[in-house]
């Protein structure tokens, strides 16, 4: 039997689904792969609850708005530092926001512990950082869910590099907010009302100024440009914002109640767009060269032209596919989604175990 146990940062919404799998499916993962998987501990921003006795408590907890520190929290340090049991394999499963979590994600590796990854913060900063998390990672670090949510991106460019395929440039339409956005303009909406729109079917962060700044593409640009092997810092990659001038630091609802005063000069944008060719949000990341990220006109029989909704595309052109691309369509974020792109890198880890243990 494998014995695995769970340390996970971040009961969000991502967070809450990974949970309900682990919980849901366990029973049949033990029969199938003779896997004995447990939390060790879940943690927010209050603290870790150790076990997994409350876990239930804690997911409705979450829902309903609450802190883990009324069910009563550790440090998430001291959890960390604590060896686990011999014979049992630690993951440290880091579904936080942005920046907060790398020095713990840090201290799990050091530690021996494997790293999987939706958070985009830990692999998209400064390059000194990065490189000292992959170093102490080595073969230990797993992230197929920062970019694409579920979808196969990231295996899918691994994969093209380990076969010995070179990859000449990645084009991605990669966040289902500006897709969205762009998609419901071209339908005839008004800037201000698809914004609105893609908040309130939940496509946009409840500030869409974090999806419309386009760092979030940055980011993605950055793992993809790192996972090709580029060595880049993150101000090397100039994105352009649409959160419309003026706006960038005022309260959200003046920000809400204001934004159709850029309803006109968007719509000028996407009437100067030239014939059989669309307003998309790219990023382009070839093998050498600048890396962009911003508005781009496509032309329409290009992958980017279809786009409908909050579909995320990504084309790769490499040696090997380099008349016809190889390029991956589908829905790019969703917790559910983005939690089975999470289980499936556990289930990895697991594999694995299993094939070391063979060797
Ligand atoms: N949602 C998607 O479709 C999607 C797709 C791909 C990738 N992602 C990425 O997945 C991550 C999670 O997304 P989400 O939608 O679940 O976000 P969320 O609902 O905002 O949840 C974030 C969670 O992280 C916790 N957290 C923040 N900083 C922490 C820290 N320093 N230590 C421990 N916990 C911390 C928060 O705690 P509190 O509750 O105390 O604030 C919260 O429980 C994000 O990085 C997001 O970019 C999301």
Redesign the pocket.
């Given at each position: 039997m494998k014995r695995v146990e769970i340390v996970q940062?971040?009961?969000?919404?991502?967070?809450r689904a990974v949970a309900q799998i682990v919980i849901e499916e366990r029973k049949r993962w033990m029969e199938s792969l003779g896997l004995d998987l447990r939390y060790r501990a879940v943690?927010?921003?209050?603290g870790a609850l150790v076990g997994e006795e409350l876990l239930p408590q804690a997911i409705r907890l979450?829902e309903d708005g609450g802190?883990l520190s009324e069910l009563g929290v550790e440090p998430?340090e001291d959890v960390l530092e604590a060896e686990p049991e011999e014979g049992v394999t630690r993951i440290v499963v880091d579904?936080?926001?942005?920046g907060?979590?790398f020095d713990?994600d840090l201290l799990g590796v050091r530690n021996g512990s494997c790293l999987v990854l939706?958070?985009?913060?830990p692999l998209s900063g400064d390059s000194g950082q990065y490189e000292s998390l992959i170093e102490a990672a080595g073969d230990r670090l797993w992230y197929e869910?920062?970019v694409g949510?579920g979808m196969p991106i990231i295996s899918t460019l691994k994969g093209l590099v380990d076969t010995g395929d070179e990859v000449v440039e990645i084009q991605a339409s990669p966040s289902g907010t500006l897709g969205f956005i762009m998609s419901a303009v071209e339908e005839g909406k008004s800037f201000s009302e698809a914004v609105k729109e893609a908040v309130a079917l939940h496509y946009a962060e409840p500030d869409p100024r974090d999806d419309l700044s386009g760092l979030d593409v940055a980011r993605k640009a950055i793992i993809l440009a790192r996972t090709m092997g580029r060595e880049i810092e993150p101000s090397e990659i100039p994105y352009e914002s649409l959160v419309p001038d003026g706006l960038e630091e005022v309260p959200l609802p003046e920000f809400m109640e204001r934004l159709p005063e850029a309803d006109e000069e968007f719509a000028a944008r996407m009437r100067s767009v030239g014939e059989n060719h669309m307003l998309r949000y790219l990023a382009r990341i070839p093998a050498e060269g600048p890396i962009e990220v911003g508005l781009t006109e496509a032309a329409i029989e290009t992958p980017f032209g279809p786009i409908n909704g909050p579909e995320n595309v990504f084309d790769f052109r490499t040696r090997r596919y380099s008349d016809v691309t190889l390029t991956v369509t589908g829905p790019g974020?969703?917790?559910e989604r983005?939690a089975s792109g999470v289980v499936g890198d556990m289930l990895d880890i697991v594999r694995k175990i299993v094939r070391n243990e063979e060797d």
């Open positions: 940062l971040g009961l969000g919404y991502v967070g943690a927010d921003t209050s979450k802190k998430v579904l936080a926001v942005h907060g979590t713990l939706s958070n985009k913060g869910a920062t949510a974020a969703g917790p983005t």
